[in-house]
């Protein structure tokens, strides 16, 4: 199976910082590559998919980059809203999907 | 609206059964492949099963393969997934997620159910 490997666990940031959240497969995924946002009690949303393509509804300071087997989410200036957990998702593998372990974005 | 919602759920003895059911509406069911996603108390999200459009390609991560079970009936717009054998490591919210497509080759979870809560304890 393809690792995902997210970076870091956790990370304490303020309103209107800039944040970046690092994923890495263990193989090339080339850029199927998915990130999804989940606050405490709700299920998980789809921010980027394709690594880089805003899913319809979400606000344009969220975007992704990367390929192949380096990925970065990056929060241009952090809202209260966005304290959540952050997942990246390969979907190379339709029926063998992974996800990263979770990065906790915190209020510092 | 597309709509997920899971039932099923509860607390159940180790190794015994439980069979979770997805319900679907706002979207044709059968244009779709299905998957489960579940969630272990304050732990993160963990690949469970898919199932293609058509039932005829699916998948099962390594912690379930051989105990769960995943069908679909599409006239019913109906997802499954059958766990038998089940162990206190399964305790999890297990959510119903629909695979979306963008064009023939992109893919991601959308929308999610609510999930139903597994409980495995004596």
């Known amino acids: 199976d393809i690792q995902m490997t997210q970076s870091p666990s956790s990370l304490s940031a303020s309103v209107g910082d800039r944040v970046t959240i690092s994923c890495r497969a263990s193989?090339?995924?080339?850029?199927?590559l998915n990130w999804y946002q989940q606050k405490p009690g709700k299920a998980p949303k789809v921010l980027i998919y394709a690594a880089s393509s805003l899913q319809s509804g979400v606000p344009a300071r969220f975007s992704g980059s990367g390929a192949g087997t380096d990925f970065t989410l990056t929060i241009s200036s952090l809202q209260p809203e966005d304290f959540a957990t952050y997942y990246c998702?390969?979907?190379?593998?339709?029926?063998?999907?992974?996800f990263g372990q979770g990065t906790r974005l915190e209020i510092k | 609206e597309e709509q997920l919602v899971e039932s099923g759920g509860g607390l159940v003895q180790p190794g015994r059964s439980l069979r979770l059911s997805c319900a679907a509406s706002g979207f044709t069911f059968d244009d779709y492949a299905m998957h489960w996603v579940r969630q272990a108390p304050g732990m993160g999200l963990e690949w469970v099963s898919g199932i293609s459009y058509n039932g005829e390609t699916i998948g099962y991560a390594d912690s379930v393969k051989g105990r769960f079970t995943i069908s679909r009936d599409n006239a019913k717009n109906s997802l499954y997934l059958q766990m038998n054998s089940l162990r206190a490591e399964d305790t999890a919210l297990y959510y119903c997620?629909?695979?979306?497509?963008?064009?023939?080759?992109?893919?991601?979870?959308?929308?999610w159910g609510q999930g139903t809560l597994v409980t495995v304890s004596s």
């Open positions: 193989e090339s995924i080339s850029n199927y």
């Open positions: 998702q390969q979907s190379y593998s339709t029926f063998r999907v992974t």
């Open positions: 997620v629909k695979l979306t497509y963008s064009g023939s080759y992109y893919n991601w979870f959308d929308p």
